[in-house]
């Protein structure tokens, strides 16, 4: 852990040449070195070659992956097609997906588009920690709609981690990913038995596997893929992410506490953050919905309302802010909204290219509805 933080560090201070004689090739294949394709031009882009930064997609934008997973209620082959189809067109090129999201259907309509594509024209990033078994009887099950044929147990053990990756690489249909996360490690899943002894496995398990198979080159980045910050903080103190993908916490509506405590941390540890959930799964998109069945809180059907009021005087609406305020700080490497349908695919991408005018957040800034320290200026020009 010390050599890499130390090379990240010399890295950042006196450029890349100096750093190399520090460890061996192998583990210049874990220096964060930027994805070789190129991004479209239209998406906002990561800035290239800051070996310090985490690990990166090209793309500070990414398509998420539950809706196909019939996540609330059950999508179509046909739409999720068109909707993958519409992302890919709108110039995405960042995929996320989980054997978690509707018991691999995720994965396999993922993997069942990116047939027809190149491998390397695509990033792609799937989780860890629940290993799927065969199950006739299993119907929906909780936020997954329609028939499921499989049922899951937990796994974070080295050993949960390969075969996860494994299988996850049979159900795409694709020969690597380039990152994983492990998935749902965190105290707010009241699904997990006992989040402190899980964490602890993962932690003598999942952690130091997924290390080594960066170390290896099958990966490019790992970390974790939760809903609770906690999480992320354990795991950037006990081993080396150098992605992570925190869900839920870094939204227009509540943001202090990863600008506060998570953020700096990833910073300090060359360890970039992918954004889930930028839209409240919903909420910021104007639906009835704030997350996954949790009550909406408190004041924040006036907050959204005024939000959207302050948007349209500044010629601008609620998701399009919702989704550029995720990507914009620096440690920030993707937000990945998830799309329904195709319409909603282009939409938000369209979101990703507008324009805002600098007085709207002033403005939000100025009434307190977010945080003066939050960054809101999204560069588009990388
Ligand atoms: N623990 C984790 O690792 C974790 C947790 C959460 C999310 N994630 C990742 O983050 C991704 C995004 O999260 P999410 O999909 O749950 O939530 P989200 O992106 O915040 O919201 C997605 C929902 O917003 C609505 N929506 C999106 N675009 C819209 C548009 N243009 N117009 C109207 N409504 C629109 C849709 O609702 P309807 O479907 O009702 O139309 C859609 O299902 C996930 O897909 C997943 O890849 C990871």
């Known amino acids: 852990m010390t ?30 070195v930027q994805h070789e394709m190129r991004a479209p031009e239209s998406l906002p882009g990561n800035p290239a070659g800051d070996a310090a930064a985490g ?19 059950e999508t179509s082959d046909d739409t999720a097609e068109a909707m993958l189809q519409a ?172 600008l506060e405590r998570l953020f700096p941390k990833c910073e300090a540890q060359g360890c970039s953050v992918v954004i889930g959930a930028p839209l409240g799964a919903g909420f910021l998109a104007g639906k009835d919905r704030w997350l996954y069945g949790d009550d909406t809180p408190q004041g924040y059907p006036e907050k959204r309302a005024r939000i959207s009021e302050i948007a349209r005087q500044h010629g601008t609406d609620l998701r399009t802010a919702a989704l550029q305020f995720t990507a914009a700080p620096k440690i920030v490497s993707a937000t990945i909204p998830g799309a329904r349908d195709a319409k909603q695919a282009r939409e938000n991408a369209a979101s990703m290219r507008a324009t805002i005018d600098p007085a709207f957040w002033q403005a939000l800034k100025d009434e307190g509805l977010i945080a003066e320290a939050a960054p809101t200026a999204l560069d588009t020009s990388a």
Do not use: C
Request: net charge negative; no cysteine.
């Open 3 to 32: 050599d890499r933080r130390q090379f990240l560090r010399i890295a950042a201070l006196g450029g890349l040449a100096g750093a190399t004689t520090m460890l061996a090739p192998r583990a210049l294949a874990d220096s964060n």
């Open 55 to 73: 690990y990166r997609p090209p793309q500070k934008y990414g398509a998420g992956g539950t809706q196909i997973g019939n996540m609330f209620f």
């Open 87 to 258: 992302q890919w067109d709108a110039g995405v090129r960042y995929f996320d997906t989980s054997p978690w999201y509707g018991l691999g259907l995720s994965e396999r309509r993922l993997g069942h588009f990116l047939d027809g594509q190149k491998r390397s024209d695509y990033m792609l990033s799937s989780k860890v920690g629940r290993l799927l078994t065969p199950d006739a009887s299993m119907d929906s099950h909780g936020i997954w709609a329609g028939d499921l044929n499989f049922n899951y147990r937990y796994d974070y053990t080295a050993a949960g981690v390969r075969r996860s990756v494994e299988d996850s690489l049979q159900r795409l249909g694709v020969p690597s990913l380039d990152m994983v996360f492990i998935h749902d490690l965190a105290p707010s899943n009241k699904d997990l038995d006992d989040y402190g002894a899980q964490l602890k496995t993962a932690i003598e398990g999942a952690m130091p596997e997924l290390t080594k198979m960066r170390e290896e080159g099958l990966i490019k980045g790992w970390g974790m893929g939760v809903n609770d910050i906690e999480p992320s903080l354990a795991a950037l103190d006990n081993a080396e992410p150098n992605v992570i993908l925190q869900a839920t916490r870094y939204t227009l509506m509540n943001h202090e506490d990863a």
